[in-house]
């Protein structure tokens, strides 16, 4: 397969789009709105089609200002258009919010494959998109309506324009396209990157950038981008928004977006996502899977060859962007993704020259594929049984399958080669994310207590629905049951109830239980005891118990 797609441009395409899908598809559908961050971004994305207003952004009621606008009118796109088709409750469909994620991610593993190609053979640039496209953290982000799969796909697209520009100046080859493709290319991923997430997308360019003109005393290469005529490109597209929401919000927007979201994350650990240096080394192993397990065979070759002019702009694209984020307060796992190609080029690179260790301690890391694999299925097997309290058997089918292939993976690692070997971990992992995003998490509805309220909600058939939520505060009960959802305390929650009607509903959490018995008591309020739900809050990790409560009429 790996020599089929190796052939042409097409197979390899139609190889990693494949890929891509079948790692990335399984539970998009099933997968309630995830708390906090994607049910955050899919009900500021319904507001602005419910309001038909296209430039403010607002959660309820709350501006919502850390983002530039761009995800949201890719998701408003994407449900607008199925709306147009006919589609019926497309705005409640989370998983039309998550269509520019998925886009996002294929769109970045085929454009590693294209990076790839600046450095290293076809074949071995075919390695380096499926080392991407089996990533466990670029799984996670394709299945979550937010900004970051999308805001991978332009980074790599500007990094890979970058990195033509820089080899074709460097290592003396000639340009095989049109002088204005490259820049074209990189002022427009630029553009989107911006409008996607703001200047983090900057930030990564232009360490690269001051890393490669220390290292090589000379930046020359920026002049094959055309940096005066692609600024000028760069403004165009993405000033009208800033200019509308600055007429609309003042400097609201510049505020909560740089100066409570971007420098707070710079110097304090925000929202309890603090953490020392080397958090992301240690988390890189996982995160990276099966990948990563390849990485201590490559070193060697890497560090001896870095004065080589395409490893030289792979390092200056890995290190300072990493090191920034090491040193930041706040960490969260997917911040940097964006360099991760760097390595699987890197790795591809040391593929391709068979140049990974002979070092017989090296040589076995492999197993760790192995040990992984039975780590995360063991644990999806646990969370079937614990929380699910069920066997879950195709849990179990699933990860039988996913393991055999671990263990030949590993077991026949000398005996086939790393190519082989690691192609059959890209078929374990496609496995083990069906088992565990298809199989296991979103058939426990213990995870998903806002699903199973939005679903208590709708058996009672209510054509306009009030609701108030004591205790229990995730966007994604406001996403699912209404964007008018009130948040009140348990004594608020009575007497939102006292105001009538059967189709008002109140959601108290059991601490919050006493005060609405105490003030229904108070006020006289009849009401109708519904279903308690107990589960887990995904967000929080804690266990929730929430008693819902229906009012009657006066």
Known sequence: MLAWAAARHRNAAILLVAVSLL???????QLPPIDRDEARFAQATKQ?????DLVDIRFQEESRYKKPVGIYWLQAAVVGAAETLGMPEARTRVWLYRVPSILGAVGAVLLTYWTALAFVS???????????????????????AKTDAVLFATTVAAMGAMARAYVIERAQRPDPGHPWALPAIFWTAMAA?????????????????????????????????????????????VLPWFVAIVLKSGNTFFEESLGRDLLSKVGSGQEAHGAPPGYYFLLFWGTFFPASILVPMAFGAVWNSRSVPEVRYLL??????????????????HYVLPVYPAV???????????????NIWLRRAPMWWFILTAVVSVGLIVINIWIGQRFGLMTWLLSGVALTLALFA???????????????????????????????FPTIGALFPSLQLARFVAFGRCDQVLAATAGYHEPSLVFLVGTDV?????AGAADFLARGGRCRYAFVEKGHERAFVQRADAIGLRYAQGIRIDGVNFSSGRAVSIQTFVGTDP
């Open 23 to 29: 790692a990335f598809l399984p539970g998009i559908f």
């Open 344 to 358: 699987a080029i890197l790795l591809a690179m040391a593929i391709d020259h068979q140049a990974l260790s002979r």
């Open 122 to 144: 076809r074949r071995g640039a075919v390695l380096a998109g499926l080392m991407m496209g089996s990533c466990i953290l670029l799984a996670v982000e394709a299945r979550l």
């Open 410 to 440: 590993w077991w026949l690692f000398e005996a086939d080669g790393v190519a082989v070997s690691f192609m059959r971990m890209v078929v374990a992992m496609i496995v083990l994310f069906t088992a565990a995003f298809s199989a296991t």
């Open 48 to 52: 602005m089609l419910e309001t038909g």
């Open 316 to 333: 200056a694209w890995l290190i300072p962007t990493w090191l920034v984020f090491e040193a930041a307060m706040t960490k969260l796992p």
């Open 486 to 490: 009130r948040h009140v305390s348990g």
């Open 193 to 237: 990157g911006f409008l996607i997430k703001g200047p983090l997308i900057v930030m990564v360019v232009s360490l690269t950038v001051a890393a490669l003109a220390i290292a090589d005393r000379s930046a020359r290469f920026v002049l094959r981008l055309r940096p005066l005529a692609g600024l000028a490109w760069m403004l165009l597209l």
